[in-house]
Every structure is written in C-alpha cells, then in structure tokens.
C-alpha cells in the first residue's frame, strides 16, 4: 500500500504562485505515473497534469504555459509549480500515483485557494 503525502496548499492573490509537493511511501512494486488532479466544490475530479517515471508529461489545457510538473524519481516525490493563479484555479488538488500493476492510490488532497 503506497501513501502520498501532499503539502503546500494555500490561499493566494489572483497573479500569485504556490508550489505542491507529494512524497510516496516506499513502495515494493515501483511508482509509474505520478500526478495531480484537482476538484472544484460541485464539479467533478479532473486531471491537471501527470509525469511518467521517464519524465513524459501531459497537461489539460487549463494548465498548459501556467502550470509545471515535475518529479524526483529517487525520492518518489512530485511537484507542481503553479503561476499565474486565477480564481478558477480553486480547488482541492490531489496528488495520484501508479505503480507497475497500474494500482492507483490517492493522497488525501490540498486546499487551495485564489482570491480575485
């Protein structure tokens, strides 16, 4: 059972920039795909941006050129450079993982927060 532990969460200003990061517990099978998504009150979950263990990267449109992902694959720890906030960006953001058997688990998940 691999555990992600998620910090950096927040409130900011419109304009203004956090940084996430997500440890996961050591693991035997090895952590493929490490991410974040994120959930809005009333809306549904939805994919941020996800990075390979080969360092290949997707982002959903809404973080494209605002958003950077990244990832130390000895540390099994993950990250997500976030500029340029808007109010739009409010949400619970989640930190997910895979392992080798394309088990997904889940971190409990971070506040945050922009203010127009």
């Known amino acids: 059972q691999v555990q992600l532990v998620e910090s950096g969460g927040g409130l900011v200003q419109a304009g203004g920039s956090l940084k996430l990061s997500c440890a996961a517990s050591v693991s035997f099978f090895s952590i493929n795909d490490m991410g974040w998504y994120r959930q809005a009150p009333g809306k549904q979950r939805e994919l941020v941006a996800t990075?390979?263990?080969?360092?290949?990267?997707t982002y959903a449109d809404a973080a494209k050129g605002r958003f950077t992902v990244s990832r130390d694959n000895a540390k099994n720890t993950v990250f997500l450079e976030m500029n340029s906030l808007k109010p739009e960006d409010t949400a619970v953001y989640y930190c997910?993982?895979?392992?080798?058997?394309?088990?997904?688990?889940w971190g409990q998940g971070t506040q945050v927060t922009v203010s127009s």
């Open positions: 990075i390979s263990s080969g360092h290949s990267i």
């Open positions: 997910h993982a895979k392992d080798s058997r394309k088990v997904s688990y």
